[in-house]
């Protein structure tokens, strides 16, 4: 079936250090792959996503390259600061069905 | 564009009452979904529609019943609540398409004692 499994958080990081989350997605088909953020008492919003194998995404100094031969979708950044402290959320989509999310990872920074 | 919009949102209600969620988008989007979100579960389909007139079950659908009788709004129902239906619900809405954009509404926070 399709799935998506992320990192657990939660990840506690220092402002300025290197972030990655990572994430594994089931290879049925060809899936799009999207990272999406959820700030505090908000909806999520999309945050980047790439269509196709050695596509890049890239939004406010995040990464992330669709990987086909590990089938993974890593979230990265250089240099974190404190107004990233979010849950972000991986995920799948197949055609027309629904997204299907993985479970989240929450990400503090500190100053 | 004020996007998509839910209502109420924050509602306490007692069990075996009911309730309905409204959320509305001003997209023409064909999609909506509603989604549960439960600390340590992520985000869980409830029930999602692909256009006006047309229903069908997400992941966790028990408990919920939902109509799209204007394509612009996709309302859920809560026929008798229960303490396991505390939740946040979010809706979410997009157009057809792999490369579409998935928009979220702010949430609804309820609490069933």
């Known amino acids: 079936g399709n799935s998506v499994t992320q990192m657990e958080g939660p990840v506690t990081l220092s402002e300025e250090a290197f972030l990655t989350i990572n994430c594994t997605y089931t290879a049925t088909g060809y899936p799009s792959l999207f990272w999406y953020v959820q700030y505090p008492g908000e909806g999520l919003q999309l945050l980047l996503k790439?269509?196709?194998?050695?596509d890049k995404g890239s939004n406010k100094g995040f990464e992330a390259t669709y990987r086909k031969e590990t089938t993974s979708f890593h979230l990265e950044k250089g240099s974190v600061q404190v107004s990233d402290s979010a849950v972000y959320f991986c995920?799948?989509?197949?055609?027309?069905?629904?997204?299907?999310f993985g479970k989240g990872t929450r990400l503090s920074v500190i100053a | 564009n004020a996007g998509v919009t839910q209502t109420p949102k924050f509602r306490v209600l007692k069990t075996g009452q009911s309730m309905t969620l409204l959320c509305a988008q001003d997209m023409n989007h064909e999609y909506m979904y509603w989604y549960r979100q439960d600390p340590g579960m992520g985000l869980r389909l409830i029930h999602y529609s692909v256009g006006e007139g047309t229903t069908a079950k997400g992941e966790v659908p028990d408990g919920y019943n939902v109509s799209r009788l204007k394509k612009q709004n996709f309302l859920l129902g809560l026929e008798s609540a229960a303490p396991s239906q505390t939740s946040v619900y979010f809706c979410a809405s997009r157009t057809s398409g792999t490369l579409a954009e998935q928009f979220f509404g702010p949430g609804t926070r309820l609490t069933v004692l």
């Open positions: 995920a799948r989509l197949s055609g027309n069905t629904p997204l299907v």
């Open positions: 790439a269509t196709k194998a050695d």
